[in-house]
């Protein structure tokens, strides 16, 4: 590490100290040239990828909105807190461990399908009728008899 004030390149590590959280480590560095003391901070850098979408045009990926699109389809069914904390954790670990630095808006959605059909079959269609843009009854039939016990017996 670089003496912020010398500009000398060797420094060494007086102390180490982890935060009461454990994400953050702090080290006290001394400069072996001006002998002056400094801290630094480690912090894991995790970088969601850009989310495209339709139109072309690029946002921060928001857990926030990931997570109000899971909660209006979830609206009053009798998934969990955790459940949906889980489900919205186990997409964006998907995004991480796929090493992208952009994904489409259409590839999210459809992690999103896929964590609500494994919740809750009736929030599975309400947001798949949005997305999907359902535009008559056949389409609504076809996305029930996709998650319909009966339909997949055949």
Do not use: W
């Amino acid at each position: 590490m670089k003496c912020p004030f010398c500009g000398h390149e060797e420094t060494g590590v007086v102390d180490t100290r982890v935060s009461d959280e454990g994400d953050i480590v702090r080290r006290r560095r001394k400069c072996t040239a001006c002998e002056k003391r400094f801290t630094t901070y480690e912090r894991p850098e995790i970088q969601l990828p850009q989310v495209v979408k339709k139109n072309g045009s690029r946002i921060e990926f928001s857990r926030a909105k990931l997570r109000a699109s899971l909660d209006l389809a979830l609206r009053k069914r009798p998934v969990s807190t955790e459940l949906v904390d889980a489900a919205v954790t186990a997409i964006e670990e998907k995004l991480l461990s796929a090493g992208l630095r952009e994904v489409l808006s259409q590839q999210l959605g459809e992690l999103v399908m896929a964590e609500l059909k494994k919740l809750d079959k009736v929030a599975y269609i309400r947001f798949a009728s949005v997305y999907r843009n359902f535009e008559d009854v056949d389409a609504f039939s076809r996305a029930i008899k996709e998650v319909s016990p009966a339909a997949r017996k055949k």
